[in-house]
């Protein structure tokens, strides 16, 4: 959702915050560190679902540890900007699970992906064989993560000081 109506104050951001550190947490456990009971609690969690700003519980592997530890960042220049093909190119990207992200971007090039593969071997067949295969594809270059220095999956949200509209 682009524009949620719901509006966060700030017992809604000390859940998010929450939830963003440990997703695992118990509704009561969660209630005692944001300072309410639990039923009201769990009536904000649904509220923050139904508005959007929580889109899903996950969990985080560890990429090297699963055997996946190549992170290839792609830049990728289309042949044309075409609605059709810019349609063809994301709706492509989407059913690859090595893109792990895809950006449309401004700038020098049209796209951003960060694709995940086990070793270059099969970074090598991703590329030849999908990325290189579609029709709307010009120009690709890629740089390789060598060290991930910081990774983070909460948002800021000690930026949020006033509510949201």
Same mark, same amino acid.
């Given at each position: ?5 719901? %509006? /966060? =104050?700030?017992?809604? +951001? !000390? ?8 997703? $695992? &947490? ?33 969990? %985080? /592997? =560890?990429?090297?540890? +699963? !055997? ?8 990728? $220049? &289309? ?33 951003? %992906? ?16 999908? &990325? ?34």
């Amino acid at each position: 959702m682009n524009h949620p109506k719901y %509006l /966060l =104050d700030s017992i809604d +951001i !000390g859940i998010l915050a929450e939830l963003q550190s440990n997703a $695992r &947490l118990s509704i009561t456990e969660l209630a005692d560190r944001v300072a309410l009971t639990p039923t009201p609690c769990g009536r904000r969690v649904r509220l923050l679902e139904q508005a959007g700003y929580i889109g899903a519980y996950v969990t %985080l /592997l =560890d990429q090297r540890a +699963i !055997g996946l530890p190549v992170n290839a960042f792609v830049e990728v $220049r &289309l042949t044309r900007e075409g609605q059709e093909e810019v349609r063809g190119f994301e709706s492509s990207v989407r059913n690859y699970a090595e893109v792990m992200e895809c950006w449309a971007m401004s700038g020098g090039y049209d796209y951003l %992906l960060r694709v995940v593969t086990a070793d270059l071997q099969s970074y090598n067949r991703f590329m030849r064989d999908k &990325l290189l295969s579609l029709p709307s594809v010009g120009q690709v270059e890629t740089g390789f993560g060598l060290e991930r220095v910081l990774a983070r999956t909460a948002l800021p949200l000690d930026q949020l000081k006033r509510p949201i509209s």
